[in-house]
Nanobody, 125 residues
Framework: EVQLVESGGGSVQAGGSLRLSCAAS????????LGWFREAPGKEREGVAR???????YYADSVKGRFTISQDNSNHNMFLEMNSLKPEDTAMYYC???????????????????WGQGTQVTVSS
């Protein structure tokens, strides 16, 4: 059974940094996508960043140049380095995973079938 557990959320002031971690276990796929998604109150869940097992990364326009996604290939753990945080980055952040046959990682949350419980990120102005 695949299990994903996020950690690293917290409260920071605008301009600050946080590093989120996603500990993955029970994941036996050789080709896969891992992603970070977020959901703010009253808004739909949206893709933040994704990484393919081949190393390709994808970012939402709103976080390009500020966020960096990475993974530890030895254990599928995933990370999100968030710099220059803005109040609009405030949300619950989730990690997600899916097996992937293609070379592209979808940004649609509904395409991912494994989810963590989420970690809260709050950025104050």
């Amino acid at each position: 059974e695949v299990q994903l557990v996020e950690s690293g959320g917290g409260s920071v002031q605008a301009g600050g940094s946080l590093r989120l971690s996603c500990a993955a276990s029970g994941y036996g796929y050789s080709s896969y996508c891992l992603g970070w998604f977020r959901e703010a109150p009253g808004k739909e869940r949206e893709g933040v960043a994704r990484i393919h097992s081949d190393g390709n990364t994808y970012y939402a326009d709103s976080v390009k140049g500020r966020f960096t996604i990475s993974q530890d290939n030895s254990n599928h753990n995933m990370f999100l380095e968030m710099n220059s945080l803005k109040p609009e980055d405030t949300a619950m952040y989730y990690c997600a995973a899916r097996a992937e046959r293609s070379s592209y990682c979808s940004r649609a949350p509904n395409d991912y079938n494994y989810w963590g419980q989420g970690t809260q990120v709050t950025v104050s102005s």
